[in-house]
């Protein structure tokens, strides 16, 4: 690891009454890496991105996020819109939550709200059709038209989302959180109901925003493949708390893992995690 963190989450905890959903979690995720948050189901994943994106206000700990220009954001301090905001932290969701009757375009033209609003004055510049308006609306949809094509749905700009098939509208969330130009990327199970080849085109789109855009992110996924390919760290949780992390390979064969992954069926567990091979 570089030494950089982007995210430092520093003994987190989370209780719904008598559960205890994470337990003093603490882990960094490096600013331009893809950190993947794994474990088996009911570990404590989405109620710790639940934390990280303001959904939830943590029972205790910290959660520390640290822009390029070295500015530091509490984020268990914020509420969601303030994190989306301030601290330009955009996530995706395990269901999909596109709005199935607009159009691929218009889903991400929607996610830039908040820069058309400013640009609009509010709407006042927007109504009298002022120039900056106009540059600004532009820009907005050359956005959306370049994410569009690096998806390779340009051609299906003006089809209404929820028509497109499920890896396209998987690939087209993950677009529009792009268009929030966000600092760090939360992704809850993107491959989730995937096949393999859209498996392969989503880490093929992951790695090309870790490069191009040089975006942290953050990544729950439980599909060992895509987590081995393209993970720079790998945290792992069971039942709330950390029990392992390091690089994929170091994941892949740590007994502690596989033990937890699959319960007590370790053949199975290892037959899961070899198929990240
Ligand atoms: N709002 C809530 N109220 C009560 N309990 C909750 C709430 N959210 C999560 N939990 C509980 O916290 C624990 C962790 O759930 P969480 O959804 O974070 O796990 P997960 O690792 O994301 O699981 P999965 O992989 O199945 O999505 C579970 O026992 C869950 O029932």
């Not at 948050?37 to 994106?53: D, H, M, S, W």
């Not at 205790?60 to 994190?83: C, K, M, P, Q, V």
């Not at 996610?111 to 120039?131: C, D, E, Y």
Request: proline share 4%.
């Amino acid at each position: 690891m570089s030494g950089d963190p982007i995210l430092c989450v520093d003994r987190l905890s989370m209780r719904f009454g008598g559960i205890v959903a994470v337990n003093d979690l603490s882990f960094d995720a490096e600013r331009r890496e893809i950190t993947a948050l794994i474990g088996p189901n009911g570990a404590g994943k989405t109620t710790v991105f639940n934390c990280i994106t303001g959904f939830y206000k943590p029972t205790s700990g910290a959660i520390g996020l640290t822009h390029d220009d070295g500015r530091a954001i509490r984020l268990e301090r914020l509420n969601d819109f303030r994190i989306a905001k301030l601290a330009k932290v955009a996530r995706t969701f395990q269901n999909i939550r596109l709005f199935p009757g607009m159009t691929a375009l218009e889903n991400l033209l929607v996610a830039q709200h908040n820069a058309l609003m400013r640009a609009s004055g509010l709407t006042f510049l927007g109504l009298i059709g002022a120039p900056s308006w106009h540059h600004a609306e532009q820009a907005a949809i050359d956005l959306a038209r370049t994410w569009l094509e690096r998806i390779g749905l340009l051609d299906r700009a003006d089809d209404a989302a929820g028509n497109l098939p499920y890896g396209d509208q998987r690939r087209l969330e993950i677009a529009r959180a792009m268009c929030t130009q966000p600092a760090l990327l939360c992704l809850d199970e993107p491959a989730a109901g995937l096949n393999a080849r859209e498996s392969a085109a989503l880490s093929e789109l992951l790695l090309s925003i870790r490069a191009d855009q040089g975006t942290s992110i953050l990544l729950i996924e439980h599909d060992m493949s895509v987590v081995m390919e393209i993970s720079d760290h790998v945290v792992v949780m069971d039942h709330g708390v950390k029990i392992a992390e390091g690089t994929p390979r170091q994941i892949r064969d740590d007994p502690k893992v596989i033990a937890a992954y699959l319960g007590a069926d370790e053949e199975e567990a290892i037959a899961v995690m070899e198929s990240g091979t």
